[in-house]
């Protein structure tokens, strides 16, 4: 059974730094690419990265490039998600995502499988 639960989130105080992770079960990570994604309040869902099976790397949005780092150890079945200094526009809900893929598409998209629950961040003043 394909499970993903975020944990990390919370009230954080701008300018703090951020580490989400993504931990996995009951599938081959090898075999699956696992995309970020967060909706802020009045907004779409957007994938801010995707990193494949063979630790290949994407990241999508003007907004979020160069600002997320997504990362997951050799045989370690977490992935994670940091930004160094947060602000109010990252308040939001962030979600990790499977999906049976060899390759993380060109573009962000929302063609995953399976989603965690999703895991609040809120950036105070």
């Not at 931990?23 to 779409?44: T, V």
């Not at 780092?69 to 977490?78: F, G, H, L, V």
Request: aromatic share 12%; charged share 25%.
């Amino acid at each position: 059974q394909v499970q993903l639960v975020e944990s990390g989130g919370g009230l954080v105080q701008s300018g703090n730094s951020l580490i989400l992770s993504c931990e996995a079960s009951g599938f081959d990570l090898h075999y699956f690419i696992i995309g970020w994604f967060r909706q802020a309040p009045g907004k779409e869902r957007e994938e801010i990265a995707c990193i494949s099976g063979r630790r290949i790397i994407k990241y999508y949005g003007d907004s979020v490039k160069g600002r997320f780092t997504i990362s997951r150890p050799t045989d370690a079945k977490t992935i994670y998600l940091q930004k160094p200094s947060l602000s109010s526009e990252d308040t939001a809900v962030y979600y990790c995502a499977a999906d049976f893929r060899d390759r993380c598409p060109d573009e962000g998209d929302m063609e995953y499988e399976y989603w965690g629950q999703g895991t609040q961040v809120t950036v105070s003043p």
